[in-house]
């Protein structure tokens, strides 16, 4: 019987490109760069699986595909926002993600923003690197202590609960969370958090706030203005979300005006692009989107994308379907 065709549009680790190219007839996008709405269109014409990650934009101009051979979209990654879900079901796309092998290493990379922003880590490396550090001194860099203050999480998925496990366990911090739906009693008491019934009653207590809900329109601007203004003056916004959960130019005046007391960003709306006004911030900790970027995550994602693909394809429903 043929292998089925299939179509990954970024590179992948070599040991999963290698896996996959033993069980189907592999394309790579050898130019390892973010296709047009075009040419994702064309692969979807022309493969029985396409596989795309968080730079795709598989629109719903992407997907308007008169005659599509696709049948699943094996996504590299957890969030799937960049898929238009409409599109995908008016098509009858099956849509998988990559849960759960991630979450560790998102959530280090969520505490590492955290640290690096209340004792000023970036401000510190800019500084030395310029040369303009002048020695110790009582007064130089001061910033806030992490150990026992209270962390409030937005989204108690799988990567909320390890930074919680991180902070609780590590940090002796405080846990509150904010998550649409109730948390069973045993998973909160694992890191001793607290729900709260809405956002606003979580800002206004904490000393950092760490973001960790989808993205997409549902979230889009979930803070805002109005609700920077609920934060305590000197507490911190991490996120490792999505770009688009956060209105930039909100942040950006809260960060200019010192409203807050700073941020730490991995994620951005319209990332690569990155808003001047924020790299004006000095209070401001910027990432480039490296949550899952370790070589086990890396590995696992890809790893955890045949899963699904040999499900699909041995007519099973895949573990991580999502459409
Ligand atoms: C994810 O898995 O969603 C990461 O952000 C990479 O897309």
Redesign the pocket.
């Known amino acids: 019987m043929a292998k089925p065709s299939v179509f990954v549009t970024r590179r992948w680790p070599a040991a999963v490109e290698a896996t996959l190219a033993e069980h189907y007839e592999v394309q790579l996008n050898t130019s390892d760069r973010p296709l047009t709405p075009s040419e994702l269109r064309e692969q979807l014409g022309k493969f029985d699986a396409v596989l795309p990650?968080?730079t795709d934009r598989l629109t719903a101009e992407a997907l308007d595909v008169k005659a599509a051979r696709t049948r699943i979209l094996g996504n590299y990654?957890?969030?799937y926002s960049h898929i238009c879900e409409t599109s995908a079901r008016e098509l009858g796309l099956t849509v998988t993600n990559?849960p759960d092998v991630?979450s560790e290493c998102t959530a280090d990379i969520a505490m590492t923003l955290l640290l690096m922003v209340a004792r000023r880590a970036g401000e510190g490396e800019r500084e030395l690197r310029a040369g303009k550090w002048t020695g110790w001194r009582p007064t130089h860099l001061i910033g806030s202590k992490v150990s026992g203050k209270t962390l409030g999480i937005i989204g108690y998925g799988r990567i909320g609960q390890e930074m919680a496990r991180r902070a609780h366990h590590g940090f002796g911090m405080k846990v509150l969370v904010y998550n649409r739906s109730p948390v069973a009693p045993a998973v909160l008491s694992r890191n001793k958090a607290t729900q709260v019934n809405c956002i606003d009653e979580l800002l206004p207590r904490c000393d950092f706030v760490s973001l960790h809900c989808p993205g997409g329109a549902e979230n889009r601007h979930l803070i805002n203005s109005a609700r920077l203004d609920q934060m305590k003056p000197d507490a911190f916004l991490i996120n490792t979300a999505r770009g688009e959960v956060i209105d930039e130019w909100a942040l950006a005046q809260a960060l200019m005006y010192d409203l807050i007391g700073g941020a730490a960003l991995d994620?951005f709306d319209g990332e690569p692009r990155i808003p001047p006004d924020l790299m004006q911030c000095d209070n401001l900790v910027m990432l480039p989107?490296l949550?899952?970027a370790t070589k086990e995550a890396r590995e696992a994602?890809g790893f955890r994308v045949l899963d699904n693909l040999a499900d699909f394809f041995s007519g099973h429903d895949p573990r991580d379907r999502v459409i």
């Open positions: 990650t968080v990654g957890v969030g990559t991630l994620v989107h949550g899952s994602m």
